[in-house]
């Protein structure tokens, strides 16, 4: 079955960077577009960034030029650097296998205090 397991997350200050990974099994990675989104309390879900199969990467306005989705088909993982991050980037950030049946994994938190 289809598992996706986040890792990355935690606590940093304005500025700092983390890097989010993915590792994604049970599917045909290289197949597949995936991407990554958050949800901060009190908000809806929303998209940060895409990768298709081909490498091409779409980004939300808010994220564009601080943020960076790759995937490593050779390890089943997509990542998102993320740099400069902001307050308002504090959010519990999902991995998701892009399509109508496509599967979440389990989130992972990421805290930026000023």
């Known amino acids: 079955h289809v598992q996706l397991v986040e890792s990355g997350g935690g606590s940093v200050h304005t500025a700092e960077s983390l890097r989010l990974s993915c590792a994604a099994s049970?599917?045909?990675?290289?197949?597949?577009?995936m991407g990554w989104y958050r949800q901060a309390p009190g908000e809806q879900l929303e998209l940060v960034a895409t990768?298709?199969?081909?490498?091409?990467?779409n980004y939300a306005e808010s994220v564009k030029g601080r943020f960076t989705i790759s995937g490593d088909n050779a390890k089943n993982t997509v990542y998102l650097q993320m740099n400069r991050l902001k307050p308002e980037d504090t959010a519990v950030y999902y991995c998701h296998q892009e399509g109508p049946r496509g599967s979440w994994g389990q989130g992972t938190q990421v805290t930026v205090s000023s």
């Open positions: 990768i298709t199969s081909g490498s091409f990467a």
């Open positions: 049970g599917f045909f990675f290289s197949n597949y577009a």
